[in-house]
């Protein structure tokens, strides 16, 4: 609910206050390493690796799922070590993942599957990891070079590693996830395209000029910072309203 909403059903203005948004307080990711998560070999190793690591999590929409194979592959023919981890979402419908396969192998991309693999290293000849389990998304991102986040979902976590973002039009205003979306859009944080032939290029864009990837980082850390302080914002406002406590 915005200001404009409690302001129009006839709350006083005066006590109607926006402090911001404590999402962004709480993505911080400065104590994070592989030896963490759930798969430290598999993570420690990519990141030795050096490769180029797209990770692209909450990939729902099938279109958006194409969309981003055929960036790929474009992406692939310059960098051939370049590694596409791609997070689709519900993972449990097998007619989904099979439509999955049956791109990939119409792409000639190698893939596996992290369902079916230890926590060992991901093999030089995979293209594309294909992220079917739960609750590992977030320590994948930690690797990434750059990352893509599906339409409608969760932007903040690869932000809170620094990674350059980027997004396909078309949020759902309703959706909880839209006011930071269009938060981080006004302010030229995320990096939105309509097509395959625009992902690639940004992708390939970050990946081969060094400069350009510490500005996008940069640019980053410096919104991230700005939007940062809501929870101690709220403490504030709410501190006079709180018994006192001898």
Known sequence: ISRQHLLA??????????TGNIKFDAMQQTDWSPAKARSPAMLGALIESARPVIVAGCVTNISEQEMVLDAFV???????????ILAPRHPEVLERMQ????????????AVFRSALTDAPIAAQTACLVLDTMGELRDFYGTATVAHVGVDHNVLEPLGFGKPVTVKPGWDTTYP????????????TLLEVTAADQLSKCWLDLFSDADHYRKRIDAIGETL???????ARHLELLAPLMPKHR
């Open 74 to 84: 474009t992406v692939r023919a310059r960098h051939p070590d370049a590694l596409l």
């Open 99 to 110: 439509i999955l396969c049956d791109y990939l192998e119409q792409r000639g991309l190698p």
């Open 177 to 188: 996830s839209y006011p930071v979306y269009r938060l981080l859009m006004d302010s030229g």
């Open 225 to 231: 910072t700005q939007t940062r302080g809501a929870v």
């Open 9 to 18: 059903a006839g709350a006083d203005a005066d006590l109607v206050v926006v």
